[in-house]
């Protein structure tokens, strides 16, 4: 069974550009939630998609959105780039959401943003 | 909100030693509790899983312990090998979402 996929796996922008990153769940998997992961802060959540609705969002800014296609392959978005935005992404999949649902990970996409 | 805490942040062992890992969380209101490993520049590995409603967890040297109403986990690692160095996150679901630790990174020493 193939795992979380992640593309791309790295990408280079520059301030105030946009970016969308792609993320397709493990097969049969139709809860797709986003992190992100710098030195600093750690992992903090993104938001989760659920059945093609967003169920949950963390604290960021609006510069940050996302969606879910009815195959469950989830994307993420941000606009206006900054330079604290440089983190690696990580998508993680789960057969149902909400709490029991053991979260399985992609390799992540690195952003780096000059 | 929740905080979950990993100490030491980093540990340096020989080969073939035990050692455990600790996580702990200031909210005992979560789901399940969940260990990763995570290589340099990499994306997670899901190690264990633990149900709110159980003590503890084995896959082949991992022994993972929860015990909520203190707010704690451990990790025990038995017969420790250099392919065991990584980083260490424990995460804990609770609110709808994970929240993690900021991790321990593990050495082990040929």
């Known amino acids: 069974k193939a795992g979380v996929t992640q593309t791309p796996r790295y990408l280079i922008k520059t301030r105030g550009q946009q970016v969308t990153l792609s993320c397709s769940p493990i097969s049969g998997h139709r809860s797709v939630s986003w992190y992100q992961q710098t030195p600093g802060q750690g992992l903090q959540f993104l938001f989760e998609y659920f059945s093609e609705t967003q169920r949950n969002k963390g604290n960021f800014p609006g510069r940050f959105s996302g969606r879910q296609f009815s195959n469950s392959r989830s994307e993420m978005n941000v606009s206006t780039l900054e330079l604290g935005d440089s983190a690696l992404y990580l998508c993680a999949s789960s057969l149902g959401s909400g709490g029991g649902n053991e979260q399985f990970f992609g390799p992540g996409t690195r952003l780096t943003v000059l | ?110």
Not at chain 2, 2 to 11: K, M, N, S
Not at chain 2, 16 to 35: K, M, R
Not at chain 2, 81 to 107: H, I, M
């Open chain 2, 1 to 110: 909100k929740q905080e979950v805490t990993q100490i030491p942040a980093a540990l340096s062992v020989p080969e073939g030693e035990n050692l455990v890992l600790n996580c702990s969380f200031t909210d005992s209101a979560i789901y399940n509790l969940q260990w990763f490993r995570q290589d340099p520049g990499k994306g997670l590995t899901s190690l264990l899983l633990i149900q709110s409603s159980q003590r503890e967890q084995t896959s082949g040297r991992l022994n993972a312990s929860l015990d909520k109403s203190s707010g704690r986990s451990t990790l025990y690692i038995a017969a420790s090998q250099p392919g065991d160095s990584a980083t260490y996150l424990c995460a804990v679901f609770g609110n709808e979402k994970l929240t993690f630790g900021t991790g321990t990174r593990l050495t082990i020493i040929p």
